[in-house]
Every structure is written in C-alpha cells, then in structure tokens.
C-alpha cells in the first residue's frame, strides 16, 4: 500500500491562476450537443451585463465555435503586441472566438494538444481588461477543453445545460460527475427547450419532455437555475446575431435569462458556490 495522495479533485486546482483583472469565471457546459448550450451561453453573458456586471465571453468550442455568428461579430481582433489581443465587443461584452481567427468553413482537424494549447492562449493572451465574470462556453462531452479549463482556470463554477429528454439527461449526468470529480462547484442545471407553446393556438407541447432536468438537479443536490422554452423568437435573433436578452430586454424570454444570470452571480459573487473538499485515497 502506497502512502495517500489526492485524488484529481484535489489535483485539478493546482495549477490554476487567475486571469488578470477577472473577478469570476464560470463555465457552460453540456453532456451532448445539440442541447443550446452556445445559444444559452451568449444570452447569459447578456444577462449579467443586463443587471450592471463587466462581462465577457470566451468560446472554447475550437471546433464548432459559435458565439462570432451568435453576437454578429465578424473580421479579427485587433492585435496589442507580439502575445496579446484585443477582445471583440458587442452589446457590451467582450467576445473571443477561434472563429475570429480561422475561416467560417474550415474543418478544425486538430489533436487534443493543440486544443490545449488554443484555449490556453484565448484564456491568458487576449487583453480581457476589468472584467466582474468571464462565461466559458465550452465544448460538449468531458474531454481536454473541460479538463484544460478545469486545471489552468480558477472556476468559480459551472453550469450545465440539457434538454429535458433521457437521452440528454444521461449525458448531463456525465458532465456533472466530470466536474464534481475535478473540484469545480456545480452553479447549476438549466433546461433548455423546455416547452413549446404553439403562436396560433398558444397551446403548449413539451416536445423533449418536461421536468427531466429540474428532477436530475433535485436528485443530485445541486441548484435547478430555470426553464428556457424552445421558441422561434430565439432561433431567429441568435441566427440573425440580435441574441434575444440584447435585442428585446423587456421581452419574456430575456427575463429567463436575465434572472438565471442573478442567480448565479449571486452565488458566485456570495461565495456559496464553494468547492467540496477533496478526498483522499489510499492505494
């Protein structure tokens, strides 16, 4: 028998630094994609702008970037010296994207280091300036982005998205015990695509399902953030770069993620979204 030593919990902070002039770094993430996490992502970067915070966004999804078409950003961003840039910024929050830096179509045909490497130069080389929360739009599945952000980041937390479907909850069921096992605080689950309520008839259909994920949040203990509806309104603005919370803040759909944002940065920001202490194991 060996002597003890930490298991990844304790391991997965160790590296980790702050990012100057960052309060707060959340991560979105998803078991699957195909569940609006990229969509869910931008209007909660707006949302935390909405209530008064500095906000920014990275997109880590090196190979399926979406947020440069999500804000309506196009070109590259501005170059600050040899190792720095300058971040994009639209409806007041700063966006980074590998999709600022390759073309639109190109297949990102890339090994697991460079994907590291990537996100690690998105995270420390872009001048993010005084930023109150920084959202990570991760990748789905539990692979080397999450793994990456949870070792070279300090993450306040994170939130996962799924629809309300088994097949989704199986997956989100994977992304949850990715993050407890690298000490990262659960903020949350979001069900995305929740219902939808027919505009002719206004009678409503729960299409995926309903409920499944705030039962899978009560069943593992961690908070259920809200219900996002699938609704046209929101395909069209995120397809037209007019996200919803921006472009209609006084609409119902922002409300949603606008108080999802409060909750979490309430919880971010009070400090109740605390690690769970590592545990030791004997081999």
């Known amino acids: 028998m060996s002597a003890a030593q930490p298991t990844m919990q304790a391991r997965a902070t160790s590296k980790a630094s702050g990012i100057p002039g960052v309060k707060h770094v959340i991560a979105v993430a998803s078991g699957k994609g ?17 209530i008064g915070l500095k906000a920014g966004i990275l997109d880590a999804d090196i190979y399926g970037p ?13 170059q600050l010296g040899p190792r720095m840039l300058e971040p994009m910024e639209r409806f007041g929050v700063k966006v980074m994207s590998i999709g600022f830096l390759v073309e639109e179509d190109l297949a990102m045909i890339w090994r697991g280091p460079m994907v590291i490497s990537a996100i690690t130069q998105m995270l420390r080389e872009v ?7 920084l959202v990570v739009d991760l990748p789905p599945g539990t692979g080397d982005a999450q793994l990456t ?14 629809t ?27 069900e995305n695509m929740s219902s939808f309520c027919c505009p002719t008839c206004n009678h409503v259909t729960p299409i995926f399902g309903h409920g499944g994920a705030r039962v899978e949040a009560e069943r593992r203990g ?24 921006a472009t209609e803040p006084d609409g119902v759909h922002a409300r949603h993620y606008v108080e999802i944002a409060r909750s979490i940065w309430t919880a ?8 769970p202490p590592p545990r030791i194991v004997i081999e």
């Open 34 to 50: 195909g569940v609006g996490k990229s969509t869910t992502s931008c209007n909660l970067a707006l949302g935390f702008a909405a």
């Open 66 to 78: 979406s947020q440069p078409k999500l804000f309506g950003l196009r070109g590259k961003p501005r």
């Open 127 to 133: 001048a993010w300036g005084d930023l109150d929360i």
């Open 149 to 162: 952000m949870a070792q070279q980041t300090p993450l306040a937390g994170a939130v996962i998205v799924s």
């Open 164 to 190: 309300p479907q088994d097949i989704a909850l199986i997956d989100a069921r994977r992304g949850i015990a990715m993050f407890e096992k690298v000490n990262i605080p659960l903020l949350g689950l979001i």
């Open 222 to 245: 961690i908070p259920f953030l809200g219900e996002i509806p699938l609704d046209i309104q929101i395909r069209e603005t995120s397809d037209d770069g007019r996200p919803i919370v």
């Open 268 to 275: 971010v920001s009070s400090g109740a979204a605390s690690r």
